[in-house]
C-alpha cells in the first residue's frame, strides 16, 4: 500500500506473485493526476486514466492486482497534516478499509515511514492509513456499513518495505539491520525463463508517462522489511499463516489431488490433465461459499480453458454505440484439445435472444458466426466511474456506487457467457465484447467497447480571455454519434453575455461526421468570471459532453466523456504597451494567454536574440525554466542585459535552482531555492505597497490573489542585493515568509523582473487576478 503509481516495488510484487504464487495487490491512495506528463499533453485526470492503465499493464506484467482508493492527486504536498485537511481522511480509511475487506489479505506492506522521512505528505499519509485500516478492518463496529457486502478481516502483521527514501540514514539502518526481516526477491523462475529483477523492470517500464524505462538485474536483491503492527516475525513473511488447502473447511483432500495433477502434468499434452482438473474443481464446488472457493473456482477455471487451448471471443463490428445502436458481434469459439467439449448455449448481452447450439467443438475445428443486439436506451455512457460527476482538483472523486469503490477501471460494457460440457462436466466463461482491428504496423489491436451520447460537442478552447467589450469568436465542433442526427446547439452562458446567433442548427448524416459552428460571444461591461457549456439538441433531449481519446501504444485507447465546457473571463484590465517577445524554456502556455487579451506576441528565435531587435518591444518576457533547458541562455544575457540597460523591460519566470546553465541571472547577484508555496489560497501580503507592481496600469488589491490554482510559486529566490526591491510576500500555513516572488530592479534606463509565481499555471486557467498583475509587470516603465 502507498501513495502514486510508481511507489510499488514491482520486484517485491513480481517475486510475491510469481515465485510465492500469493495473491499479490497493490493499493495505490492515487491515480497519479497531479503528476506531469512525459509522453504527450494530457494533465490532470486525463493523466489519472492514462496511469491508471500503466499500473494495470504493470500488473499484467508483474502478476499483481491493482486497486485505488478515491483519492485525486493534488499535487505535492510536504506533511499528512496538510494531506488531510484536503482528503477527508475518514472517507480514505474507508476505502482502504474496504479493500482489506474484500482482498483479505495476511500480511500487508507499505513503501514509506509514517513520518517526515517519506518526503511527500501523500507517503506519510499512505502508511498513516495503512496502520489504522489494519486495526479498522477488522473491527465490526468501523464501517458497518460495508458489512451488507464484505466481512470484517484480520490481517496477521502490517510491515515497512524500507526503500531508498529509508536506507538515507545509514547509520540507523545499520544499527537496526538485524531487527529487520530479509527476503531475497532476486531469484531466477526457470519456468519463465527470467530473474523477478527482470521482470520488474517491464512492470516498471509500463510507467511510461513518468518517464521510468528501467533496465533488468539478476543476482541476489535483498529487500528489508520492519515490523510495524501484528505479530512480530524475522524468519518468513508469511510465520504462522496456513497457506494450504487445510485453510479451508473440507480443503485438505484437494490439496493432495493439486499435488498428484503437478506431478503428472505433462507440458507437451496439457489436455491429459483436463480430467484431474475437473475433479479438482468438482471437490471445490463442494465448499462452503466464500472468498476461497470464489477465488479458486476462477483459478481452475482459467487453468481448464488454458490445458484446452480454449479460444472464446466475441468483438464488437465498432468500438464505439450509442443507445438504442443496433451493434454486430462476432462469435469465434475453438477448442484445440482431444477433449470433449460442447458448446450449449451462449448468453448475450442487451436480452438479446441466447443461442442455444449444443454444438460439439472437435479438435481444432472453430465455429464463429455474427449476431445483433440493439443497445438499450438506458444503456449508461462509459464515463470513468470515478469521474461521472464533477470533480475540483482536490479531494476525493465522488463514487455513488460501494462496489465501484477501489475498482482500477469500469467493468467491461458488455459481457457474453459461454456455457459449455466439458467430458460432460457444465463450464460456463464470461467473455468481454471487445472492439479489435487491424493495425498495418503493429497487427492485432484491441479496444475496449464503449457506450457514447449521440452527439458531442467540442469546445475548441478551454478559457476564453476579454480584456475588453468587443465580441470574441467560439467556435464549437459537433460530432455525431449515431447516423441521422440533426438538432441545434446553443451556447449555455450567464445573464448579461449574450451569443450571436442564439442557437445554431446542424444536420450529419453518417455516425462519426463532423460539423463546425462559430458564434460570436460578447461579454458584459463589468468584470465578470462564467463558466459557458455547449447544449446540443437532439430529438428533444439535450447533451453537454464532448468526446476525448486517449491513444497510446503501451495502454488500451481510453474515452472518456467531459462537459463541453469552456471559461469565460471579462477582466478590468488596462494594458500598456502592445509589442511583446516571448523567448521559450521548457515550454508554457504564456504567449497563447497574452495574444487572449489583444498583445502581439513575438516568438524568439537564436537569430533574434540582437539589441536592434529586441529594443523594438514593450517587454520581453523569459518562459519558465529558460536557464535549466535552453545552453544558448549564457550566450543572450548579455544581449538581453544591454535591452534592460538602455531600457527595456525583461521579466524572467522560475527556473530550478539545480541543472542552471549559468549562474547570476540578473543584473545584481540573487540565489535560488528549493522553497515553493503550495497553498494556492495562502495570504499574500504587499510588502512595498507604493510599488508600480501593485499600480500600474491596474491598481491591485487582495482580491487579485483570490481563486488561484495549483501553488503560488517555487523555487524562491533567497538573499538578493540590495537593488532588488521584493513586492510582495507569502508562505504556506506552517512555513516562514518568502519575500522573492517579485524582485524588481532599476537597471539603466530599465526594468529588471525576476518572478518565481506560478504564472504558467494561472494565466492558462484564467485567473483574473493573476492578468492584472503580470499586465503590470509588462506595462513596467511605460
Ligand atoms: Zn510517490
Redesign the pocket.
Known amino acids: 500500500m502507498?501513495?502514486?503509481p510508481?511507489?510499488e516495488n514491482t520486484n517485491f510484487i513480481a517475486y510475491m506473485a510469481n515465485e510465492k504464487l500469493y495473491n499479490t495487490s497493490y493499493l495505490a491512495l492515487t491515480r497519479g493526476d497531479g503528476g506531469q506528463n512525459l509522453i504527450g499533453p494530457e494533465i490532470r485526470e486525463q493523466l489519472g486514466m492514462i496511469r491508471t492503465q500503466e499500473l494495470l499493464q504493470a500488473r499484467r506484467t508483474d502478476g499483481g492486482k491493482q486497486f485505488f482508493s478515491r483519492a485525486n492527486d493534488f499535487g505535492f504536498s510536504k506533511n499528512p497534516q496538510e494531506v488531510f485537511t484536503i482528503w477527508e481522511k475518514e472517507n480514505l480509511l474507508a476505502d482502504a478499509v474496504w479493500v482489506i475487506r474484500n482482498v483479505k489479505p495476511d500480511v500487508i506492506v507499505t513503501r514509506f515511514p509514517p513520518d517526515s522521512r517519506a518526503g511527500?505528505g501523500?507517503?506519510s499519509a499512505s502508511s498513516i492509513l495503512a496502520e489504522e485500516a489494519f486495526d479498522a478492518a477488522a473491527d465490526p463496529k468501523r464501517f458497518p456499513e460495508q458489512l451488507k457486502y464484505v466481512q470484517p478481516w484480520q490481517t496477521k502483521r502490517l510491515l515497512w518495505n524500507i526503500g531508498m527514501w529509508g536506507m538515507l540514514n545509514r547509520a540507523e539502518f545499520v544499527k537496526n539491520a538485524k531487527e529487520y526481516l530479509q527476503i531475497d526477491v532476486g531469484s531466477y523462475n526457470a519456468m519463465l525463463g527470467k530473474s523477478y529483477g527482470e521482470i520488474s523492470a517491464e512492470s516498471r517500464s509500463m510507467h511510461k508517462s513518468q518517464g521510468f524505462g528501467s533496465i533488468g538485474n539478476r543476482g541476489i536483491s535483498v529487500e528489508y522489511l520492519q515490523h510495524t503492527k501484528g505479530e512480530k516475525t524475522l524468519t518468513d513473511l508469511f510465520e504462522g499463516v496456513n497457506t494450504s488447502w487445510a485453510r479451508v473447511k473440507g480443503g485438505e483432500n484437494i490439496e493432495t489431488m493439486v499435488q498428484t495433477a503437478i506431478k503428472e502434468y505433462d507440458a507437451a499434452v496439457p489436455d491429459a490433465s483436463v480430467s484431474a482438473l475437473l475433479k479438482i474443481r468438482t471437490a471445490i464446488e463442494k465448499l462452503p461459499d466464500g472468498f476461497w472457493k470464489t477465488t479458486k473456482l476462477r483459478e481452475v477455471n482459467d487453468i481448464l480453458k488454458n490445458a484446452l487451448g480454449l479460444f472464446l471471443e466475441v468483438t464488437a463490428a465498432d468500438y464505439a454505440y450509442t443507445p438504442t445502436d443496433q451493434m454486430t458481434m462476432s462469435v469465434e469459439a475453438i477448442n484445440r484439445s482431444a477433449a470433449n467439449v460442447t458448446l450449449q448455449k451462449i448468453v448475450f448481452p442487451f436480452k438479446s435472444k441466447d443461442s442455444v447450439l449444443a454444438a460439439p467443438l472437435k479438435n481444432n475445428d472453430g465455429l464463429s458466426f455474427e449476431i445483433k443486439a440493439k443497445i438499450p436506451a438506458q444503456t449508461d455512457i462509459s464515463q470513468p466511474y470515478w469521474l461521472r460527476k464533477a470533480i475540483g482538483y482536490k479531494g476525493l472523486f465522488s463514487v455513488d456506487n460501494q462496489l465501484e469503490i477501489g475498482q482500477a477501471e469500469n467493468p467491461p460494457v458488455a459481457t457474453v457467457l459461454f456455457e459449455l460440457t466439458v467430458q460432460g462436466k457444465p463450464l460456463q466463461f464470461d467473455v468481454p465484447v471487445v472492439y479489435k482491428k487491424k493495425d498495418p504496423v503493429i497487427g492485432e489491436v484491441y479496444q475496449p467497447l464503449v457506450v457514447t451520447p449521440p452527439v458531442y460537442a467540442n469546445i475548441t478552447q478551454e478559457v476564453y480571455m476579454f480584456a475588453d467589450e468587443k465580441p470574441r469568436k467560439v467556435t464549437i465542433g459537433i460530432k455525431a454519434g449515431k447516423d441521422n442526427c440533426q438538432g441545434e446547439v446553443t451556447l449555455d452562458i450567464a445573464p448579461g453575455w449574450r451569443t450571436v446567433p442564439q442557437s445554431i442548427p446542424f444536420n450529419l448524416a453518417v455516425k462519426g461526421a463532423e460539423q463546425s459552428v462559430e458564434f460570436q460571444l460578447y461579454p458584459p461591461a463589468a468584470s465578470q468570471e462564467t463558466q459557458i457549456k455547449a447544449l446540443v439538441k437532439v430529438e428533444g433531449k439535450t447533451y453537454d459532453k464532448s468526446f476525448a481519446i486517449i491513444s497510446y501504444s503501451h495502454i488500451p485507447a481510453q474515452v472518456f466523456f467531459p462537459t463541453a465546457a469552456a471559461k469565460a473571463v471579462k477582466l478590468d484590465l488596462v494594458k500598456k504597451g502592445n509589442n511583446i517577445a516571448y523567448l521559450m524554456g521548457a515550454g508554457d502556455l504564456i504567449p497563447l494567454s497574452l495574444r487572449q487579451i489583444g498583445y502581439d506576441v513575438t516568438m524568439l528565435e537564436d537569430k533574434d536574440m540582437t539589441l536592434d531587435k529586441l529594443t523594438q518591444f514593450d517587454a520581453v518576457v523569459v518562459g519558465v525554466r529558460a536557464y535549466n533547458t535552453n545552453e544558448r541562455m549564457k550566450h543572450y544575457q548579455a544581449t538581453l542585459m544591454n535591452y534592460v540597460k538602455d531600457g527595456g523591460n525583461l521579466v524572467i519566470q522560475y527556473n530550478t535552482n539545480m541543472d542552471l546553465v549559468m549562474k547570476d541571472l540578473g543584473p545584481y547577484p540573487f540565489e535560488l531555492t528549493r522553497d515553493r508555496i503550495t497553498v494556492e489560497g495562502s495570504e499574500v501580503r504587499f510588502i512595498m505597497p507604493s510599488s508600480p507592481v501593485l499600480n500600474s496600469p491596474n491598481k491591485i488589491t487582495p482580491e487579485d490573489f483570490d481563486n488561484w490554482v495549483q501553488e503560488r510559486g517555487l523555487y524562491f529566490p533567497q538573499k538578493w542585493s540590495p537593488q532588488y526591491e521584493a513586492v510582495i510576500s507569502s508562505n504556506d500555513p506552517d512555513g516562514p515568509p518568502l519575500d522573492g516572488g517579485i524582485l524588481v530592479a532599476k537597471y539603466g534606463k530599465g526594468s529588471y523582473v525576476y518572478t518565481s509565481l506560478s504564472w504558467f499555471r494561472e494565466l492558462p486557467a484564467g485567473v483574473p487576478g493573476a492578468y492584472r498583475v503580470f499586465v503590470n509587470l509588462l506595462s513596467l516603465g511605460k
Open positions: 502507498a501513495a502514486h510508481d511507489d511527500h501523500h507517503h
